[in-house]
């Protein structure tokens, strides 16, 4: 019976002391599942609210003109969309901006050259002008005017680029050249090509591409620019 007894009171005293502890314990579980639940809580709001931020101050310097900036913001998710058409957008606009401003420049250049034309009272100042506009329009592609000479009806250089000099097309003969003989611009993008001009063949510095403006009037032929 006394073994019982202490037997039983050992049992009743170790129940007593997990009580105890799990008394303790147990508090701390609501203020720990409260934590995690804040700090998830500000993970999810940081992942969201971050790249929104970025993507809104992309679109604020698209706004004023900067076509450049881009998001860097991409992926499968919503956001990743989001940010991959905000790039989009940059590139579209800029490309857009840049096509806008060349024609506006090619619009002012065509003015001023169609103005010098009209100021230029005798061949060699309208000559000059030529050579300018070749100079402004690809001042870092060879050009020239040839001009048939009523005298012996050939074709002279009367106008040079003076950024990147002269092409030296050899054709003389109005009838050697294909694009007079076409009466319409002709784009031959390689010498060695098997249907390139014969006056491009054969060049000391190699391939070249070139682009041949016939001038005609009433079919007979004045001119080309090369």
Not at 147 to 167: F, G, I, N, Y
Not at 181 to 206: H, Y
């Amino acid at each position: 019976k006394e073994r019982f007894e202490q037997d039983f009171f050992e049992l009743t005293r170790s129940l007593q002391q997990q009580q105890d502890k799990s008394n303790l314990v147990f508090p701390f579980f609501p203020l720990l599942l409260a934590l995690l639940g804040v700090i998830g809580v500000w993970w999810a709001y940081r992942s969201i609210m971050s790249p929104l931020r970025h993507i809104t101050q992309t679109l604020d310097w698209i706004s004023q003109g900067q076509f450049r900036v881009r998001s860097g913001i991409s992926g499968t998710d919503e956001l990743g969309k989001i940010g991959a058409a905000t790039d989009q957008l940059a590139e579209r606009l800029g490309d857009r901006f840049s096509t806008l401003a060349e024609d506006a420049r090619r619009g002012t250049q065509n003015r001023v050259i169609y103005e010098a034309l009209e100021i230029a009272d005798s061949e060699p100042a309208t000559f000059a002008v030529v050579e300018q506009a070749l100079g402004l329009f690809a001042p870092e592609l060879p050009g020239e005017l040839l001009l048939v000479d009523q005298m012996d009806d050939a074709l002279h250089e009367v106008a040079v680029s003076p950024t990147a000099r002269s092409p030296h097309c050899p054709v003389e003969d109005p009838s050697a050249c294909f694009a007079l003989r076409r009466g319409q611009t002709v784009v031959f993008d390689s010498s060695e090509s098997i249907n390139s001009c014969p006056m491009l063949r054969g060049r000391p510095g190699g391939p070249v591409s070139a682009v041949c403006v016939p001038m005609t009037f009433n079919s007979q032929a004045l001119g080309v620019l090369h």
